[in-house]
């Protein structure tokens, strides 16, 4: 345990303190490049105003995670069931996953307003993706041997996807989330930046009007420790929902 | 005359299409299987056992030819039979007792009585303290073990075992030939085993079908003259000695000439 949180709480340790020295160092104006030390001593300053909106940017990612998963499940679902569903529709999701973010948050925001629906529909449309995707590959590729053993002794449609396509879709469905959730609040930063009244995005926006550098070094810092704690509870539920892999070093059954 | 045979098949063919050729894999083939009978089924790699599980599962359907179970013709429907393949096949999610009663619980038996079963039997082939564990802690040898109680107990008019014990160490596979032997014994059921070992066809079963390389015909039907319950050293007999001589010469003479 202790050996895999030492090496990254030293590294990062190690980079601020270059970074402090650097700016030290070479004498960066603040406003080019603030030290952490500054960053730090302005989140205190404005901190009840940061955490107004972090606290809202957090609402906001919480519920497109949310949404995104749910439609990332149930479009899965139904591609799965449906194969020349998913041979119509794949090439139409990809190509939406190509659009670029900052030209879809201010369409989106043209077309519904300034209001939740449009940062909602935004998440939804960049949360589902890696889900549906990755699930749709779990259920699709669950063991060949075992959907062969589960035809031979006559097991239904449904029973095959309870216990076979959904269990094996799971560790495809936690690769999803975690990258679902890595995305989501940089999205909602953008989408907050684009048309808000309030969220990190909201305030990164304010700040760099105001040229106010080190806040806004702040906010980013928020912003990573949201995701991080977004990352972190998906990897967390992932450990408590897949009990059954072998841990690492347990060597398990042996077969040829 | 004969009385309702558990397995019956008649005149099965079967072949593949692989690129553009037909594959003839099973020639006319007609067996059966009585109640409480061990037939197995000897042939080379490659020759079509598997491909007939498949049929007999209902799984693929004949291109000729019938398959009836306890007397109903069945050729094409699931369901009909208890299946046990090479590998064990243990979903690695479920414990060790939960993969037992789920299949137990796709036959039709009910959830209670299912995991009831499922622990009275795992602690009387002595694996109930590994019950409630996931399969991956199992050694290959417990894992088949438990894949074959998991066939044993589904109540299913006959079993199917594929090549049980093929991915196993050779002291290990000795060690699963007796285990399956005595509890066999002590639960007669109707077995249709495969396997391409000749001695572990002669240790088993009561009668034997030796099947030629694809397209598989069935070359000879044997009649293991072996009492039951089987002696440990049956191999050791001259009998057996011979037997399986005459396996192996019939076995080479179907196979076709080496260029
Ligand atoms: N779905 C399929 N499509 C095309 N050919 C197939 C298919 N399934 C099996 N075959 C072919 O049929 C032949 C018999 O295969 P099968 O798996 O039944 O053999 P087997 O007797 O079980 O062999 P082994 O002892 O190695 O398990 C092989 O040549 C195989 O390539
Ligand atoms: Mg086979």
Same mark, same amino acid.
């Given at each position: 345990m202790l050996r895999n949180i030492v090496p990254p709480v030293l590294s990062v340790t190690v980079f601020l303190l270059v970074w402090q020295a650097a700016c030290k160092m070479f004498s960066l104006p603040p406003y080019m490049l603030p030290d952490p030390l500054r960053v730090a001593e302005r989140m205190a300053e404005d901190s009840s105003l940061l955490l107004k909106h972090v606290a809202a940017t957090f609402q906001l990612a919480l519920m497109g995670v949310a949404a995104g998963v749910a439609a990332g499940i149930i479009v899965a679902l139904i591609l799965h069931f449906v194969p020349w569903l998913r041979s119509a529709v794949a090439p139409l999701i990809v190509m939406s996953q190509n659009i670029p973010l900052i030209v879809l948050a201010p369409l989106l925001i043209m077309w519904f307003g300034f209001g939740l629906s449009p940062k909602l529909i935004l998440l939804v449309i960049i949360c589902f993706f890696p889900i549906a995707w990755s699930m749709l590959a779990g259920l699709r590729h669950a063991e060949p041997h075992l959907r062969e053993y589960l035809a031979m002794i006559g097991a239904s449609r449904r029973q095959m996807l309870l216990r076979l396509e959904l269990p094996a879709s799971l560790p495809y469905f936690f690769s999803g989330l975690k990258i679902t959730t890595t995305y989501s609040v940089s999205s909602v930063v953008v989408a907050e930046w684009l048309g808000s009244s309030k969220g990190i995005g909201y305030y990164l926006y304010l700040k760099f009007k105001g040229y106010d550098i080190a806040a806004a070094f702040g906010a980013v810092a928020c912003i990573i420790a949201l995701s991080l704690l977004f990352y972190g509870a998906a990897a967390l539920l992932e450990r408590l929902v897949i009990r059954w892999r072998p841990r690492t070093g347990e060597k398990g059954g042996r077969q040829a | 005359m004969s009385p309702i045979h558990k397995l019956e098949l008649s005149g099965v063919s079967k072949s593949y299409r692989r690129r553009g050729h037909l594959l003839p894999v099973l020639d006319h083939i007609s067996l059966h299987v009585r109640e409480g009978e061990f037939v197995t089924l000897l042939g /080379? @790699? $490659? @020759? =079509?056992k598997s491909t007939l599980f498949r049929l007999i599962g209902g799984v693929e359907r004949p291109d000729e030819g019938s398959i009836s179970i306890a007397g109903k013709e069945?050729? $094409?429907?699931? =369901?009909h039979v208890s299946y046990m393949p090479q590998q064990a096949s243990l979903f690695p999610w479920m414990s060790v007792a939960d993969n037992i009663s789920t299949a137990l619980v796709t036959c039709g038996v009910e959830k209670k009585e299912a995991k009831e079963q499922a622990r009275e039997w795992l602690s009387r082939i002595t694996l109930g303290d590994v019950a409630?564990?996931? /399969?991956?802690?199992? @050694?290959g040898g417990m894992q088949q073990r438990v894949s074959f109680l998991r066939a044993l107990l589904m109540p299913r008019d006959v079993m199917c075992l594929d090549e049980?014990?093929?991915?196993?160490d050779a002291l290990t596979r000795a060690e699963m030939q007796r285990w399956l032997l005595e509890l066999w014994e002590s639960n007669r059921r109707s077995v249709l085993f495969v396997t391409h070992s000749i001695e572990e066809a002669l240790i088993l079963s009561d009668r034997i079908y030796v099947l030629s390389r694809a397209p598989a015909r069935i070359l000879r039907e044997i009649t293991v003259p072996f009492e039951r319950p089987r002696r440990s050293d049956v191999w050791t007999l001259q009998e057996f000695v011979e037997l399986k001589k005459d396996v192996l010469e019939l076995l080479e003479e179907g196979e076709p000439a080496i260029v």
């Open positions: - | /080379p @790699s $490659g @020759s =079509g069945m050729t $094409g429907k699931t =369901g409630d564990e996931y /399969p991956h802690v199992l @050694s049980p014990f093929a991915a196993l």
